[in-house]
């Protein structure tokens, strides 16, 4: 019987396998080397949505949607409703015919979204520009967060169910489900490596090879603008950025580096590139009329995580050790309900097969694809 376990990440991923295995009775501690959300977690964006047009990523999403809504009504954690658009432009006919064919993939499993013309997106959203807009489509069951927040919350409701949180301890694998701590090595019945970009090292250390890159992001938050509350969150498929509004302006991100970082070693601050052509972008998708944003207030970079078959690695690696990881950018999104599965497959449940991480020899070389791509 798995009775205690070790969470090695204070990630959204960590914090809620943390807080579902001590719901369920498990003796939990969770390991994190800086504080809660000191990484990704603390660098994302906050979007969060449902718009998947696979089975178990739509269903994931779905109950991801509905745990962020449990959370919110429950705790100080808020969750700003706000529709989700994601749009190609004209002479962009390969994303917008895409797009055109993942809607009724998406409606068929449930999904609240629908496509439209740019004569319903501009009367809808009159703050976006939409003259040469081919297609567009919108979620409706979407919403923006405070990554940091909710792993916040999360970790403060682990906590009064039992868990305990070691922030500013960094741990080690070793043989077997142990964890090598500044105290000495302690054995666990299971251990969860949910180490986000860091994954992939500590696991090597330990002998266990996984196929997880870490590649670079960058986002930026303007100044206050006017348009910010009347936009939705939008991903322009075609110039491939995204946006959401916050703290009265527009937190603007793309920046991708496909390449693999060492998550030890990399700059943190975003490039002088990404700051202009993301303004440029930004201001190009925003109504003639609207007033644009004059200045950048703040930005940053961030890891996430790719895997060959861009669908994450969720389960048990090696006998009583599990691991969580590889997200593509949407990890923030998924962690209410891939948290919860982990923590399940951990006490017994099934897992998602899919997402086995055995199916791969952890050798394969691979191209990183940014999550959000529409293709
Ligand atoms: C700029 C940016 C924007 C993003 N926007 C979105 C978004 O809008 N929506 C979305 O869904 N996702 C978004 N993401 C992706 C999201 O941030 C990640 O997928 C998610 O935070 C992953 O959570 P995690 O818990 O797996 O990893 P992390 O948050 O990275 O947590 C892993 C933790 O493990 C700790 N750790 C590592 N090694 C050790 C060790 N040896 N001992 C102890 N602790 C250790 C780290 O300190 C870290 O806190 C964005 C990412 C970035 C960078």
Redesign the pocket.
Known sequence: MTDSVAV?????????AARALADRGADVTL??????????????????YDAFAGRIDAAVAARAMAHFRDLAAETRFSLVERPYVWLAREGDEARAEAIREQVPRMRERGRAVELLDPVALAAEFPALRTDDVAVAAVARDAG?AD?AEY?AAVAERAREAGATIRTE?????TDGPA?VTPDGTVEFDAVLV??????RP?LAEAGVAVPIKAY????LVTEPIPASERVPTLYDATEQF?W?ARDGGLLV?DGVEKRDFD?EDWDRTADEAFLDSAVERADAALATGEPRPAAVERS??????ATPDRDPLLGEIEPDRFV??G?????????PAL?RTIAGEILGDDGIEEFDPTRFDGDEQFPVVE?MTVE
Do not use: D, K, N
């Not at 090695?8 to 914090?15: P, T, W, Y």
């Not at 949910?194 to 994954?199: C, E, F, L, Y």
């Open positions: 090695v990440g204070g990630g959204a991923v960590g914090v809620t390991f994190e080397r800086g504080a809660i959300a000191a990484a990704s977690t603390g660098r994302a964006a906050g979007i969060c923006c990554p792993a301890t960094e741990v080690a694998l964890v949910a180490a986000g970009a860091h994954t500590l670079r992001v960058q986002a995204y959401r991100g998550p940053w970079a961030g890891l996430c995580t969580a990881a997200w593509h950018g949407h990890g923030f999104m998924r962690a948290g999550g």
